[in-house]
């Protein structure tokens, strides 16, 4: 594109010096430059539209898994950072969180109703997380949110938080004010900070944060910390 747009400057300086008079040429090229300062203007709105449906789930706004695994390596590698230099509070918690019986709710009401329950959830989330936290559609039914800085215990009491206010909305005539739950399950970075492959803390840390979701999903409408797995599996 840019070498195109050089040829057409090099038309127009052409054009304006040969045929334009003299006394409108300032004028002209005036012109010109607003039309260029325009357009690109305009060009940098559709950039930055395209890169943010690059990493936005369309349905509810939130993140994709693309933001997801952007994120979780920059706070990997700031983790890594903070144990090197035994600074505090460089751990972060991850969760996955997945909606109650959300196929028979969709059996039940239809897809708009249950596209309605995503946004709705959605929303919840945006207002009770922080700035500095990463709320991710997952997929389907399915949430994940990175929260930098917070260990196990905070993390554990702010996704109770959570489970308790979805539990208390009234999600609306869309599915006759039916309740609706979710089931959380949370690993905290603790104890990963020894691996040195990047991919292989993101891999392990998933895979614990949906061992915790399971056990979570086998009660439903409950908040399961990995750590707790862990020590009902040894005693």
């Known amino acids: 594109m840019l070498p195109l747009l050089g040829v057409g400057l090099g038309i127009i300086g052409y054009l304006l010096n040969h045929y334009v008079p003299r006394e409108y040429e300032f004028k002209a090229w005036v012109g010109v430059i607003l039309i260029l300062i325009i357009n690109g203007i305009l060009l940098g709105q559709v950039l930055k539209s395209l890169a943010l449906n690059a990493t936005m789930d369309p349905l509810t706004g939130l993140g994709n898994k693309g933001l997801f695994y952007y994120f979780l390596k920059y706070q990997i590698q ?24 959300f196929k028979a709710l969709n059996d039940t009401y239809g897809h708009l109703a249950g596209d309605s329950v995503l946004k709705n959830i959605a929303r919840i989330f945006e207002r009770n997380v922080r700035s500095s936290d990463a709320i991710i559609r997952w997929g389907g039914e399915e949430f994940a949110i990175v929260l930098p800085g917070t260990e196990d215990e905070g993390a ?3 996704l109770e938080r959570i489970r308790e206010i979805i539990a208390n909305y009234n999600f609306g005539p869309e599915v006759q004010s039916q309740k609706v739950t979710v089931s959380v399950g949370v690993v905290s970075s603790r104890n990963l900070e020894h691996i040195k492959d990047e991919n292989e803390i993101i891999d392990d840390i998933v895979q614990r944060a949906d061992q915790a979701l399971y056990h979570a999903k086998k009660t439903k409408n409950c908040v399961v910390g990995y750590e707790l797995i862990l020590k009902s599996d040894q005693s």
């Open 78 to 101: 700031k983790c890594k950072k903070g144990t090197q230099l035994k600074e505090p509070n460089y751990l972060f918690s991850l969760a996955m969180i997945d909606i109650d019986n």
């Open 156 to 158: 554990l009491v702010f």
